[in-house]
């Protein structure tokens, strides 16, 4: 494999910007807190004697291994690399408990559809006199 030469598109860029972010996130998460990550790894590795040496090396192996995708993509536009991380993207989404993501996801609706067209013209209108205070009788 030969490296490409030249600027990188910008959705290139920010894949690699944003997947270093995650992997940098993952690893520092894991390391601020051991006694938890060393948790998940016995939760998903029940079979391996998990102490907290063996966390800090899987936790920094696992920062390592998202870096080689992030490098096939980035420096030699490996295709193949696209559907790798890909695949992996799609399997690590529907691993995750659809009950925790609910409220973030509700949030993220709600503040989005706060910057449509519809919400500024509607933040925008003149009221008009009958939505004024209900006169009584």
């Known amino acids: 494999m030969k490296i490409i030469r030249g600027p990188r598109p910008l959705a290139i860029r920010i894949f690699a910007a944003a997947f270093l972010a995650a992997a940098l996130l993952r690893l520092v998460r894991g390391l601020s807190n051991l006694p938890l990550a060393e948790t998940v790894l016995a939760v998903h590795i029940p079979w391996f004697a ?5 966390t800090i090396v899987a ?20 295709p193949f690399a696209r559907w790798l991380v890909l695949g992996f993207g799609v399997l690590r989404l529907a691993m995750l408990d659809p009950a925790a993501l609910t409220g973030p996801v509700l949030v993220a609706l ?7 067209a519809q919400a500024n013209r509607w933040f925008a209108r003149e009221p008009e006199e009958e939505d004024g205070p209900a006169v009584f009788e």
Do not use: C, G
């Open 110 to 116: 709600a503040m989005a559809s706060l910057l449509t």
């Open 59 to 78: 936790l920094s192996a696992e920062f390592t291994i998202a870096l080689i995708p992030l490098a096939w993509i980035y420096l030699f536009a490996a």
């Open 50 to 54: 998990w102490n907290r040496d063996w």
